[in-house]
């Protein structure tokens, strides 16, 4: 299994953090599928304040740019990126993984 985190910025409002937060209580069947096809296994989002922080463990043979490019083009996958970079910020015909940042592993307890 591998993990993917990322850290992204939503836009500065109590109204837009609570649309995103209860956007997430409720996450399309199709985009949970979605991500499950292309070998994403568990994924979680976290957040403080307008900061959020997302761990992404996949299969070992996750490609990180040809599987997320696979999962943009999935069935509703786009019209839920559009609907969720309202309130990233951000410029919503980019897919998921262009607007995440990823981050840099530089401590495991286990290693």
Not at 59 to 74: H, V
């Amino acid at each position: 299994m591998k993990t993917y985190c990322q850290t992204l910025e939503l836009v500065n409002d109590p109204d837009v953090i609570r649309r995103y937060c209860d956007a997430h209580k409720k996450v399309w069947p199709e985009v949970v599928e979605g991500m499950k096809q292309v070998g994403i296994v568990d994924m979680k989002i976290y957040r403080r304040g307008t900061h959020v922080f997302m761990i992404c463990n996949t299969t070992d043979d996750f490609d990180w740019n040809k599987d997320w490019e696979r999962l943009s083009k999935l069935p509703r996958q786009a019209e839920w990126e559009a609907f969720v970079a309202e309130c990233q910020g951000r410029d919503p015909s980019r897919p998921s993984h262009k607007k995440w940042r990823l981050m840099e592993k530089i401590f495991d307890m286990a290693q």
